[in-house]
């Protein structure tokens, strides 16, 4: 029997099936620019990914987890993970959109602009399954300095399958790599690893040697093969870890549990020790760092991506209900205030989406050889940390203020603003916490002095006609005067980022939209909370939330 108590009203729908990708007129002009020959595929993923099945299949994935079997049934060791279907499905989209090698297996004008507007479409569904994704593209330049090893991968790394079977190298049809760097001991600081490397046949480049040690977050730790950074002979070095070893034998990196992590909870983040684990040596011995570290900058991008899809897909959650929930006689996206923070929102999403887009267009311009531009360098050597600091960081206050549009309802798990605010810190913890961008960002000006002079100068010829970003880059011209100490870098990072936002902003956004965001960022009394935009004319407000999400979608 029921007992009915009252009627359910003013509950707001679910989300209905959109396009990601043509809902998005920052993304869409950004890709006719400058990756047009892409713009067919993104229609068709962004329609596939804006489904209520698609967000489905991602909220499964985050709610069943991976579980650890370290033994089978009679006891002998397997050291296997058990994903749910979901996390597969995920994983077979993003191969099929080859978001793990697009700009190596297709070099073309573009190439990384155009696998940057993917990995954003498919960052707004889910996050986790994106990390194999990650270090397997960030790996492949790594490898390809690596002829015959590479030979033998190309194939399977450039495939569009997800293949999931837990088999040597040889006898599968595509395959995944992760990364080992941080240890107990050091964190961030890996030169105080402990883990040591015997040659077996050899020393140095190409040789195999057998590891012992331990690795504290060994992300995806049955993908198929792991760059791993340990002590040889002569100091700090790069191996490559396969899953399995050549003889047909599973290799002894022997996974001690998972971590219970606040997010990205589909993913799978271990804890390994290796017991002669067989790897061989890649780049030169002592060079670990300098070898590896080329990879971990190229996953600092796709942190800055997946944290702008985040703010993207909350932004689109909270416009939308605001646009269906009354409360006090009206609707909350007719209420003054509430408008306010919605196109507040809107235009940070807008010029985090606009600062990735350029530093995607900056690698693709650094991967043309016959053209050494030092402003490009600059772009993406010294605004990608800065860009990780800044985009990562308001990722984490956007989503929270995206789950207070939705009240209450937005602080169950049943709803999607939850899982989005715990998934928002980790872009700003992996591949470098804030001070270690931050001091990054003063390391590159060091080092680039040309690139970033020229870069100064770009910022004050685009703002010349702009008192408020005039103002911003005179401001972070006096940062500058005297040489900046570490105690400054958090402030620096942050201003130039909000330069480059400011003259993205007025390069490719509408003029108004320009306005206000360059005026509330240079001014101290805005911008420390959404919701303090200047007051403006309701026509130019109502630009900034249509642009942003189309009453229409």
Not at 28 to 45: N, Q
Not at 281 to 289: H, K, N
Not at 334 to 352: F, G, I, P, R, T
Request: proline share 4%; net charge negative; hydrophobic share 45%.
């Amino acid at each position: 029997m029921q007992w009915p108590t009252h009627d359910v009203a003013n509950q707001v729908p679910d989300l209905p099936d959109c396009n990601l990708f043509t809902t998005d007129q920052a993304l869409v002009d950004a890709v006719r620019r400058d990756a047009g020959w892409h713009e067919h595929d993104l229609i068709r993923s962004g329609a596939e990914l804006g489904t209520c099945a698609m967000r489905d299949i991602a909220a499964q994935a985050n709610h069943h987890l991976p579980e650890l079997h370290t033994h089978d049934r009679v006891g002998n060791r397997i050291d296997a993970v058990e994903f749910h279907s979901a996390w597969h499905q995920l994983l077979a989209m993003q191969r099929r959109e080859n978001l793990q090698a697009l700009p190596w297996s297709e070099p073309r004008d573009g190439a990384h602009l155009a696998r940057t507007a993917g990995y954003f479409l498919q960052a707004q569904l889910e996050s986790g399954s994106l990390c194999p994704i990650t270090m397997t593209f960030a790996a492949i330049p790594l490898l390809q300095k690596e002829p015959a090893l590479f030979g033998e991968l190309e194939a399977k790394l450039f495939s569009r399958e997800h293949d999931a079977r837990d088999l040597p190298i040889a006898q599968k049809r595509s395959i995944m790599i992760g990364m080992g760097m941080t240890e107990k001991q050091g964190g961030s600081d890996v030169r105080s690893n402990t883990t040591h490397a015997r040659a077996i046949d050899g020393s140095g480049r190409c040789a195999p040697y057998l590891l012992t040690g331990h690795k504290w977050f060994f992300s995806v730790p049955t993908c198929d093969a792991h760059l791993v950074l340990a002590q040889a002979d002569d100091g700090l070095s790069c191996f490559f870890v396969p899953r399995w070893r050549p003889d047909g034998v599973k290799n002894t990196v022997l996974i001690q549990r998972l971590k219970d992590k606040l997010g990205n909870r589909s993913n799978a983040s271990g804890e390994v020790e290796f017991h002669d684990a067989w790897g061989v040596m890649v780049g030169e011995e002592g060079r670990g760092i300098p070898t590896i570290i080329d990879m971990a900058n190229r996953t600092r991008l796709d942190c800055v991506i997946g944290s702008a899809g985040l703010m993207r897909h909350a932004l689109v959650q909270a416009i939308h209900h605001a646009r269906h929930r009354s409360a006090f006689g009206r609707l909350l996206a007719e209420q003054a205030l509430m408008q306010n923070v919605l196109a507040d929102l809107a235009l940070e999403s807008e010029a985090a989406t606009h600062l990735m887009l350029r530093l995607a267009r900056a690698v693709d311009a650094s991967c043309d050889l016959m053209n050494d531009n030092a402003l490009e360098c600059a772009w993406r050597r010294i605004l990608t940390p800065a860009a990780k600091f800044w985009i990562c960081k308001r990722a984490i206050e956007f989503c929270g203020e995206c789950m207070e549009v939705w009240g209450g309802n937005g602080y169950v798990e049943e709803a999607p603003m939850a899982r989005m605010l715990r998934e928002a810190p980790v872009n700003s913890i992996w591949e470098g916490s804030g001070n270690v961008m931050c001091l990054d960002v003063l390391r590159a000006i060091a080092r680039e002095p040309e690139g970033f002079s020229l870069l100064l100068q770009d910022f004050s010829n685009r703002a010349a006609a702009h008192d408020g970003l005039r103002a911003m880059t005179d401001n972070l011209r006096k940062m500058l005067t005297m040489s900046p100490s570490e105690m400054q870098a958090r402030r620096i990072a942050q201003q130039l980022a909000l330069v480059a936002q400011g003259c993205l902003m007025l390069q490719y956004a509408p003029a108004s939209s320009a306005d206000v965001f360059i005026a509330s960022r240079s001014d101290a009394a805005s911008g420390r909370v959404f919701g303090t935009l200047p007051v403006m004319n309701n026509e130019t407000l109502q630009q900034i939330l249509q642009r942003a999400w189309p009453a229409t979608a």
